[in-house]
């Protein structure tokens, strides 16, 4: 059962494992860094698909049966999926799962989504509730345009500071069962807000929420950022990123920039990847590349201690046309290798 470590983190003593994982992207972020290491690549972004949302649906419900099947179980076997992604009423992932035949529980942590769906699944599992529990997210660059900002067809500039939403959708199996990649601890995150009212400035937006959750977790676990081959967030850009160190620094005296990484800025090189701008972002960015060449090099032993930290801002396309500022939440997952 989770045991309560200082005032907001939970160990999981009997440390569930990842089974399988799988992660699927879009043309631009198979063209990426990280190309090789996704599961497959849409070069077309419809997907076939009448729609932007119906092609999201597509992707979310790829991820997660390859993750089922190279779990080696079926959909029949899963007890309870959490999955959401940024569509209004969590309608791709809805869509995309809903012949699945498994327990749903739908969830909203915008960018954060797959750290959330992570930490509820495996406290699942610690629970002894259910003995398999799948962790799911998605987005797509058109629909979330669409839906948070303009549609394409408006052709509108996009700042410096903007970051652009991955078109890529991640899964996780998590088990009681053995496995090489473990969850050793998660802490659900508290609501940070700095008054960013810029829709096009997420990682500033995001970065307090990541500072907090950072540091609650490392006085909670008496640790240091040395502790950890890496401090992963997702996805700050590198405008957050930027700001995350320096707050870590001025708020809590606390140096991680020799441990930090971000998933926004691993799945996009900014410097020849057109239209990039800051990075990447989007609830699929983070789970794309967790679920890809983070599990794989844990597995592997090349990292044995990550501490991923999904970020998200709670912003509506109504809250931003009625000048609301956008208050953010990050939640972290202590991923262990075996």
């Not at 962790?135 to 900002?149: D, I, L, N, V, W």
């Not at 053995?178 to 997420?202: F, W």
Request: with cysteine; proline share 4%.
């Amino acid at each position: 059962m989770p045991v309560r470590l200082g005032r907001y983190t939970l160990l999981l003593p009997s440390m569930p494992g990842i089974s399988g994982y799988a992660a699927v992207a879009g043309k631009k972020e198979g063209e990426g860094p990280l190309g090789s290491a996704f599961d497959y690549i849409y070069e077309d972004g419809t997907a076939g698909e009448k729609s932007w949302e119906k092609a999201e649906s597509i992707i979310h419900r790829d991820a997660v049966t390859r993750a089922i099947s190279k779990a080696g179980v079926s959909p029949q076997d899963a007890d309870v999926i959490f999955a959401g992604d940024l569509l209004n009423q969590c309608t791709g992932s809805t869509f995309g799962i809903r012949d699945m035949g498994i327990p749903f529980a739908g969830i909203y942590g915008a960018c954060s989504t797959m750290a959330l769906s992570l930490a509820m699944a495996s406290v699942w599992i610690d629970s002894r509730v259910c003995d398999i529990a799948v962790a799911s997210t998605s987005s797509h660059f058109c629909s979330a345009e669409k839906q948070f900002r303009m549609p394409l067809e408006y052709g509108g500039q996009r700042t410096p500071t903007s970051q652009w939403t991955a078109t890529a959708a991640g899964a996780a199996v998590v088990s009681k069962n053995e496995c090489k990649a473990k969850i050793e601890k998660v802490i659900v995150g508290r609501i940070q807000d700095y008054g960013i009212k810029d829709p096009n400035n997420m990682g500033a937006a995001m970065a307090p929420a990541a500072c907090r959750t950072i540091a609650d977790f490392l006085r909670d676990t008496n640790t240091n950022p040395s502790d950890y081959d890496m401090i992963l967030t997702g996805d700050l850009g590198s405008v957050g990123s930027e700001l995350l160190c320096e707050l870590m620094i001025k708020q809590e005296n606390i140096d991680i920039s020799s441990v930090h990484e971000d998933c926004g800025l691993m799945i996009y090189d900014t410097s020849v990847q057109k239209d990039t701008g800051a990075g990447g972002s989007g609830c699929g960015c983070s789970a794309a590349v967790l679920c890809s060449d983070i599990l794989r090099r844990i597995e592997n032993g090349e990292l044995k201690k990550v501490f991923f930290v999904g970020t998200g801002a709670l912003m509506s396309g109504i809250s931003t046309l009625q000048s609301e500022s956008i208050p953010a939440v990050a939640h972290g997952v202590l991923l262990t290798g075996g």
